[in-house]
């Protein structure tokens, strides 16, 4: 990021045979018993880690080392084996990426697991992300455009930006973001997933 | 020290890409040993202040001479925003030592500017 801070898409997608550009998911949470499993799961396998260092008489900054390493394998390893038995893998693909303000590109949303998907909400979103740096960094985040995208499931959804909307934009500790949110539900669990779309500024 | 920023386009307002350009003038009997020219933008609003800095124009003589006219290109990006819980706003500064025990500059004076392809800043809050 330079002094501009324009997001021109550093991220890397992956395009498609058909031409279409696969977003990258971006944040994601998830309530119900899938949150509890994926914290559960990764406190019993740090508190292991920290068991068996404590018998093989670790040196304190090694074990250190080793435990902080596990703290982040376990926290991802339990997300992604929550997101398996209970998400239902959905993936977002764009017609074009990025794409100017004031230009048109069309959505299509996949389930590789369809019958973990109840209740099924695809929103098309701005919003403005505010973070508070900190011993514990607070992220705000507020919506300034909130769209859902009923036919998304369906086929290509198109989406038109509006011609004086604010680019993507990606500081330090303020960015906007533009995105396609998933939000599925489906036996008492809630899984939200953000595939981020860049939005360059409009051509004049 | 009173110092004063005049910009040669009167309504302060500047497309992306475009020129800042303008005037600083100040008292030199009562000029600081160095004074800084800085075309900046910072964030408002909730989350921690962001500030930076795109250009700098060091002022030399600042003893001997009472003006200086200057010229920044700005960048394509960010545009000035008012948001529901975030501001981006864009400024030329004029920065000197301080005066205060723990502080090594202060603002002296300032100049905000809108940045924007249609003049007007974007956001929610934009009036």
């Known amino acids: 990021m330079g002094p501009s801070g324009l997001d021109s898409g550093s991220i890397i997608h992956r395009v498609q045979d058909d031409g279409r550009t696969k977003l990258r998911r971006g944040s994601g949470k998830s309530t119900g018993p899938a949150s509890c499993a994926s914290f559960g799961g990764t406190v019993l396998i740090v508190v292991s880690a920290v068991a068996v260092l404590g018998a093989l008489n670790v040196n304190p900054l090694a074990g250190f080392v080793v435990l902080a390493v596990t ?45 973990n998907v109840q209740e099924l909400k695809v929103v098309w979103q701005g919003r403005e992300e505010a973070i508070l740096r900190g011993y514990d960094d607070t992220t705000f985040a507020e919506p300034f455009l909130r769209q859902e995208l ?36 489906g036996g008492g669990i809630s899984m939200q997933a953000d595939f981020p779309i860049i939005v360059l500024p409009g051509r004049s | 020290m009173t110092a004063a920023i005049t910009l040669r386009n009167s309504d302060n307002r500047v497309k992306p890409n475009g020129r800042v350009e303008g005037v600083v003038s ?39 001479a009472n003006q200086r006219t200057f010229s920044f290109t700005l960048p394509a990006m960010p545009y000035t925003y008012h948001g529901r819980i975030l501001s981006i706003m864009w400024s030329v500064d004029l920065f000197g030592p301080s005066r205060r025990l723990l502080q090594r500059e202060e603002q002296l004076a300032t100049q905000p500017i809108v940045v924007s392809p249609t003049l007007q800043p974007f956001g929610d809050r934009r009036e």
């Open chain 2, 26 to 64: 100040w008292d030199p009997a009562r000029a600081p040993a160095w004074l800084e020219l800085r075309l900046v933008w910072h964030t408002e609003g909730k989350g921690t202040r962001e500030v930076m800095v795109v250009g700098r124009v060091p002022l030399t003589d600042v003893r001997v």
């Open chain 1, 71 to 115: 703290l982040v394998f376990a926290a991802k390893s339990m997300s992604a084996l929550t997101e398996l038995l209970w998400g239902a893998g959905p993936g977002v693909s764009v017609s074009r990426h990025p794409v100017p303000a004031g230009e048109r590109f069309n959505v299509r949303c996949t389930f590789s697991r369809p019958r």
């Open chain 1, 150 to 185: 009923v036919d998304a499931i369906r086929g290509d959804v198109s989406i038109e930006i509006p011609r004086d909307a604010m680019p993507s934009f990606s500081g330090k500790h303020a960015r906007i973001i533009w995105s396609i949110s998933v939000e599925t539900t």
